[in-house]
T-cell receptor, first 116, second 113 residues
Framework: EAQVTQNPRYLITVTGKKLTVTCSQN?????MSWYRQDPGLGLRQIYY???????DKGDVPEGYKVSRKEKRNFPLILESPSPNQTSLYFC???????????????FGPGTRLTVT | GNSVTQMEGPVTLSEEAFLTINCTYT??????LFWYVQYPGEGLQLLLK?????DKGSNKGFEATYRKETTSFHLEKGSVQVSDSAVYFC????????????FGTGTRLLVSP
């Protein structure tokens, strides 16, 4: 089954304790992205990756890191989490978008993170 | 920059009622437009899309028309069901071939029997 998986689904942690949220897709997609969802703000992009070893900042990258060592995996790293990073996080993937032909983005089920 | 504005929710309807969720956008160039749906406890999934002016996207009884003159992409359904209860997001994607999605804030739909 084609899917994007995220782990963990729920995480409660304390300020400053490094954590990693994993994301994996089995569709051989080139493009992967992380979003955070907050009430009243919709989804905002944190980081994205156009392919292996190619990553770039989205709209709200502060406090986050990513890596793309393999095509299928795109982990999100919080080196020193703070309470303002409490949010619902989504990973998404899609095939590379040729000019003029947008593709659907496939979303994972989400990771609810609480930082106390 | 590009942005999407959606009507505030929640929208509360009885089963079989007509649904409209308004969406307007601001963008340079010629964006593609999308509606995504998020059912409780799940990730987002694409509901429908339109890639150029006057295109109509449709799926599962929902439809939306890309109106360049009014910069709108309103979502409609003639007869909603309880199972349509979800959060609906309008989104645009820039026309440069770059796949970033810009989302609206989402509209929660609650349908009662």
């Amino acid at each position: 089954e084609a899917q994007v998986t995220q782990n963990p689904r729920y995480l409660i942690t304390v300020t400053g304790k490094k954590l990693t949220v994993t994301c994996s897709q089995n569709m051989n997609h080139e493009y992967m992205s992380w979003y955070r969802q907050d009430p009243g703000l919709g989804l905002r992009q944190i980081y994205y990756s156009m392919n292996v070893e190619v990553t770039d900042k989205g709209d709200v990258p502060e406090g986050y890191k990513v890596s793309r060592k393999e095509k299928r995996n795109f982990p999100l790293i919080l080196e020193s989490p703070s309470p303002n990073q409490t949010s619902l996080y989504f990973c998404a993937s899609s095939p590379q978008w040729p000019s003029g032909s947008p593709y659907e983005q496939y979303f994972g089920p989400g990771t609810r993170l609480t930082v106390t | 920059g590009n942005s999407v504005t959606q009507m505030e929710g929640p929208v509360t309807l009885s089963e079989e009622a007509f649904l409209t969720i308004n969406c307007t956008y601001t963008a340079t160039g010629y964006p593609s437009l999308f509606w995504y749906v998020q059912y409780p406890g799940e990730g987002l999934q694409l509901l429908l899309k339109a890639t150029k002016a006057d295109d109509k996207g449709s799926n599962k009884g929902f439809e939306a028309t890309y109106r360049k003159e009014t910069t709108s992409f309103h979502l409609e359904k003639g007869s909603v069901q309880v199972s349509d209860s979800a959060v609906y997001f309008c989104a645009l994607s820039e026309s440069t071939g770059f796949q970033k999605l810009v989302f609206g804030t989402g509209t929660r739909l609650l349908v009662s029997p």
